[in-house]
């Protein structure tokens, strides 16, 4: 198995042809490797050789002391013919995949060193525009990074200014079921650079002896590392599913998850090892949309800190321009597979902003220049979301979940199972996806660019970016023999899935829900979370003076923490009911450490308004941690805070909304240890409780 050194770690190559295959891809490539990726062609039906170009991201080797090492640098990629420089991991775009074995003893303990090898900072206005900061206490010049409660910036027209570094970075487990703040039982040391965190919830306090667990509140300079530890197994055996990791920095988070700081976690377990999934070929299609207006690298010209390509926030935005999809770092990557092969699919929404909509067409011909639309689309069988398999609901309705396309907001992941034991030499799939909008409700768009009912399969295709090729999928007997031609025991595949008895069986899931789901009054719900922005005054109050990209009219940025440290206390071991609503576009709701039970939706046919989400997500009660909340609906969630203390947040995860202040930062308080209520400096801990300020 090849391996190579890679920063302190290792990666292993998904595929012997991975350097053959890509320069094949681009057009480059020694005359040795070119023959060898010649070689490696496949023949199809008409008589066309082609090369497989798709590939798994590489996978990330553990040092010798089982540490993944990670390391934030320039980071170069080819898109649309055109060489950029972002902020990527391990010089990698997208990051390697971190990929854990089971363990049926659980006990899995995964760390991760991370190291920024920048060395300086690079301050940017999110808004592109000259800023100006001062001290509101002294007057004096200062630097504002976000947060600040008296470092102040305005631009030319005395319009609050958004100024972060980019280049100040952290490290976010999304997915993942762990302490937000320090792992437990100390043994981390300092060295080299690497940096520990005290063991207790005041990070400025005590001896740092600990390793960060997802700790999204640090910050990690040009020229620092840290040591995280994530516990997976530490409240019990973690789910098996695709989780994924990437920067949380407030400010920058956007602007280096589109510059490449992005990878795949896989926590492996028992749903692995069933029958129809064990030996089905196993692909990760983890989907990145930079946008395709940067100014690439010249000529010859270096990626390296000075010329990072992907540094206008601004542009993150621009939802006028098509977008660009690409697969693993690849546009439009060939998949070749033998008839009767049966595949799982593991999606990763990894981009920064818009939905995405991918349905499977028949092709008429190897390189999909006509679809056969009279086929219909074809379905793939989801077993899991968010890196937790789907249940099977009592009454079979809606089971298993086969829509005829994967519907997607940013922060998702959607795994399934694609059926080839009917697919025959000389069959070709293609695979189509792109932008979707949402309901536009200022009236400034032409056209209706939301989904109200269900679409036929040109509507679908029309709302597919016009048609953008995600991937090609040709099916040849010159591909091999299939490794799979059975489908798994779905029945089976449920079995995985979490209880729906919450608190250890004390709470019938199913049960709360229909109560909750029959509450009208605001002042009956334990946590209500109203997602908002202002697209007319972008950069100040509304009618109603609240700050643009707010939660319940507060703004991450703009709360003063030293009077408000925490915008929610939560209780360990309570389950509470959450209601999400948006206002103008839609927002995907994501929430750390503890992921929320998505009560069922109503029945097909009611006039309920939340039967809309039936054409985007399981109609069934299931576990998620991001779900997208638009179109007039709005959705009821259970949360249980089990197990862990600490603080963390809950946000929009598209991540330019999020920066710019579309996030809450909350606490889970143990009461037998603690005084919950004291924890807020004297203020509000509550959504239903409002400050002077």
Known sequence: ???????????????????????????????????????????????????????????????????????????????????????????????????????????????????????????????????????????????????????????ADGKTCHIFDFNVTNLHAHGSHVRPDYATGGGCVESDGLLCRSCNGDRSVGARECYHGDDVLSRVEPGQGVQHRWDIDEDHVSYAGLNWYHPHIHGST??????????????????????????????????????????????????????????????????????????????????????????????????????????????????????DLDAGPVPLTQIGRDGIPLPRPADGADWPFAPPYVFMAPGYRVEAMLDGSKLTHGDTLCVMSGRFLQEDTTGTTQGQISQTTTPTPEQILKTASN????????????????????????????????????????????????????????????????????????????????????????????????????????????????????????HPFHIHINPYLVCPLPPAGSSDPNVKSRLFEPPFAHFRDTYLVNLDRTVDLLAEYRAFTGSYVYHCHKLNHEDHGMMELVRVCDPQTESCDGLCAGGPCSWKSCASD
């Open 467 to 586: 048609g953008d090729i995600l991937a090609i999928v040709n099916v040849s007997s010159a591909a091999g023999t299939p490794t799979e031609t059975h489908m798994p025991d779905l029945a089976a595949v449920a079995k995985e899935a979490p209880s729906l008895m919450l608190q250890d069986g004390k709470v019938d899931a199913l049960a709360r829900c229909q109560e909750v789901q029959k509450l009208k009054k605001p002042e009956e719900i334990d946590q209500l979370a109203a997602m908002w922005m202002i697209f007319y005054n972008n950069s100040g109050l509304d009618a109603c003076g609240f700050p643009d990209h707010n939660l319940n009219a507060k703004n991450f940025e703009a709360t003063n923490r030293d009077k408000h440290p925490y915008d929610r206390v939560f209780k360990k071991g309570a389950v509470d009911h959450w209601r999400i609503t948006s206002g103008f576009d839609g």
């Open 1 to 155: 198995m090849d391996q190579a050194p890679l920063g302190f770690g290792r990666v292993r190559a998904a595929a012997p042809l991975l350097g053959a295959l890509a320069l094949v891809a681009c057009g480059g490539g020694s005359d040795e490797e070119a023959a060898a990726a010649a070689a490696s062609c496949v023949t199809l039906a008409d008589g066309k050789c082609v090369v497989e170009t798709f590939h798994n991201p590489a996978v990330l080797q553990p040092n010798a002391q089982g540490v993944y090492e990670l390391e934030l640098k320039p980071t170069k990629f080819t898109f649309e013919g055109q060489r950029h420089c972002g902020r990527g991991y391990d010089g990698i775009y997208p990051a390697p995949t971190i990929d854990t074995a089971a363990s049926p003893g659980g006990q899995r303990q995964v760390r991760v060193n991370l190291r920024n090898r920048f060395t300086k900072s690079a301050h940017r206005s999110l808004s592109g525009t000259a800023c100006t900061c001062a001290d509101t206490a002294t007057g004096q010049s200062c630097m504002s990074h976000g947060g600040s409660s008296t470092c102040k910036c305005t631009d």
């Open 254 to 371: 956007a602007i280096q998850v589109a510059g490449g700081a992005t990878g795949a976690w896989i926590v492996r377990g028992p749903l692995d090892e069933i029958p129809g999934i064990k030996n089905a070929k196993e692909r990760i299609l983890l989907i990145t949309t930079p946008p395709v207006d940067e100014k690439p690298l010249a000529d010859g010209q270096a990626c390296d800190e000075n010329h990072i390509t992907f540094d206008n926030f601004a542009v993150l935005g621009d939802t006028s321009k098509k977008q660009t999809n690409l697969v693993n770092g690849v546009r439009r990557p060939r998949i070749v597979m033998p008839p009767g092969q049966i595949e799982r699919w593991r999606f990763l929404h990894a981009a920064f902003l818009d939905e995405i909509q991918v349905v499977i067409f028949k092709g008429k011909d190897a390189d999909c220049t006509s679809l």
